[in-house]
């Protein structure tokens, strides 16, 4: 089994920064990718962005130029750093992470999550 531990949200205004960071415990030698997702009250659960263990990352196109993933594969941590932030990046922050090298936004890809951290981003 693998934990995910995310830590780093909170309320920031519109255009400012914030980094959230996820921990991972457990068989860690079994994840081969992780990503984040996002959701915003009475929306789906959306994709962020995902990375490897080789550094090979993908964005939505919502947060691309904004938002950077990178992971410290030495910490077993993994990072989103987000900039400019939008009011509607307002949501509940969730790390993912998979036994493959899968990348993408379909959530069911992903064996493992995170309970999530709040980012308010007021206008």
């Known amino acids: 089994q693998v934990q995910l531990v995310e830590s780093g949200g909170g309320l920031v205004q519109a255009g400012g920064s914030l980094r959230l960071s996820c921990a991972a415990s457990?068989?860690?030698?079994?994840?081969?990718?992780m990503g984040w997702f996002r959701q915003a009250p009475g929306k789906q659960r959306e994709w962020v962005a995902a990375?490897?263990?080789?550094?090979?990352?993908n964005y939505a196109d919502s947060v691309k130029g904004r938002f950077t993933i990178a992971r410290d594969n030495a910490k077993n941590t993994v990072y989103l750093q987000m900039n400019s932030l939008k009011s509607e990046d307002t949501a509940v922050y969730y790390c993912a992470a998979t036994r493959t090298y899968y990348t993408g936004s379909v959530p069911g890809r992903y064996n493992y999550w995170g309970q999530g951290t709040q980012v308010t981003v007021s206008s």
């Open positions: 457990g068989s860690i030698f079994s994840i081969n990718a």
């Open positions: 990375c490897t263990t080789g550094s090979s990352t």
